[in-house]
């Protein structure tokens, strides 16, 4: 079975990852307006009747906007915790919705889903694991820091998809009020590029081979090719050279897919 994984949008105006094999599709946030969303799905092939699921990370517009919306017109269930689902409770009306508690584990259609915590300024954040026919995908966007528990939770994963907000220096020089650069540089603001490669160097470490996406870049504070110029420079400078890195761009949907990765695997040896 082949895992493949489509970034359809990725940061602060909107984030939807697609997550399918053969028979099955589900999403990841869906931040982006319906009327978007809709075409988006439909250029590459999905119909959004056939989702699965919506799995929500936490509640914050750019991860919810239209999911709500799109559940109540397709049927498609939302998939959150408890404080999740409450804090988007507004939007529930006449949408099928299911409780995945933080740390729980279930299967989805083809998916085996695993969540895990984040640390980040909403009602309870999530990561998650994604697994199909032996592959698996780790999302972890939205995190002021990173800790053991996240390492753990995104372990297990070929794909790894985390955030690399913003670069430290053209974070302080940007066009933010102070409050909010507080807010974005705090323990539960965004991940900066620095410590995102240090995360990807500490799963490196066991030497697996492993795709990273850096995702949620910064409009106003980071570019891909700062974003990945620093990743790759931390990794360098750990050791790490079994991780390939690619910035995300804000919306042109990107694709991997397991069969790629395998590919690409032998080009390392
Ligand atoms: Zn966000
Ligand atoms: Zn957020």
């Known amino acids: ?29 869906c931040g982006l307006p319906l009327r978007t969303i809709e075409p988006a799905l439909t250029r590459i092939g999905i119909h959004p009747a056939q989702l ?25 269930p939302i998939i959150a915790n408890q404080p999740t689902l409450a804090a988007i409770e507004q939007d529930l009306a006449g949408v099928p919705f299911q409780e995945l508690a933080t740390g729980a584990a279930t299967m989805i259609a083809d998916f085996g889903v695993r969540s895990f915590p984040v640390p980040h300024d909403a009602a309870e954040p999530v990561g998650y694991t994604i697994s199909a026919g032996g592959w698996c995908v780790g ?21 790894v998809v985390i955030e690399a907000n913003h ?18 540089y705090g323990p539960t603001g965004h991940l ?35 974003a990945e110029q620093v990743v790759r420079g931390v990794l360098a400078l750990a050791g790490v050279r079994c991780i390939g890195i690619a910035a995300l761009p804000r919306r042109a ?4 897919s397991s069969d ?6 032998s080009l390392f040896d």
């Open 192 to 226: 900066d590029n620095i410590a995102a490669g240090r995360l990807l160097a500490r799963l490196g470490a066991d030497g697996r081979r492993r795709s990273a996406w850096l995702a949620h870049l910064s409009r106003e504070a980071n570019t891909p090719q700062i």
């Open 260 to 265: 790629m990765h395998g590919e690409q695997l």
């Open 139 to 159: 999302i972890a966007t939205d995190l002021g820091h990173w800790n053991d528990t996240i390492v753990e939770g995104l372990t297990p994963a070929d794909l």
């Open 167 to 184: 670069d430290q220096e053209k974070l302080w020089r940007a066009p933010y009020v102070e409050v909010v650069k507080h807010r974005i």
């Open 52 to 76: 699965s699921a919506i799995l929500l990370t936490h509640e914050h517009g750019d991860h919810v906007l239209s999911a709500g919306a799109l559940a109540r017109r397709y049927g498609v």
């Open 253 to 256: 949907p990107i694709h991997w």
């Open 1 to 29: 079975m082949t895992l493949y994984v489509t970034s359809l949008a990725s940061g602060s105006s909107g984030n939807v990852l697609l997550v399918r094999t053969g028979d099955a599709a589900l999403l990841v946030d």
